[in-house]
């Protein structure tokens, strides 16, 4: 998506993707925090019992 079309959206609409960017930085910080993790069910349960 273009930047251009990113603020049309933000200024006709007041909506942004904070939210999303927001918790794909809370994923990423737990994954860097998990590192060497071998059960990767484990991981994925992890994950949505502290961010679902």
Same mark, same amino acid.
Request: charged residues 25%.
């Given at each position: 998506?273009? $930047? #251009?079309? =990113?603020?049309?959206?933000? %200024? +006709?609409?007041? $909506? #942004?993707? =904070?939210?999303?960017?927001? %918790? +794909?930085?809370?994923?990423?910080?737990?994954?860097?925090?998990?590192?060497?993790?071998?059960?990767?069910?484990?991981?994925?349960?992890?994950?949505?019992?502290?961010?679902?």
């Amino acid at each position: 998506m273009s $930047s #251009t079309a =990113a603020a049309d959206r933000f %200024f +006709n609409n007041r $909506s #942004t993707n =904070a939210s999303a960017e927001s %918790f +794909n930085a809370k994923i990423k910080a737990f994954r860097s925090s998990s590192r060497g993790v071998r059960d990767v069910r484990f991981f994925l349960f992890r994950l949505s019992k502290l961010y679902a």
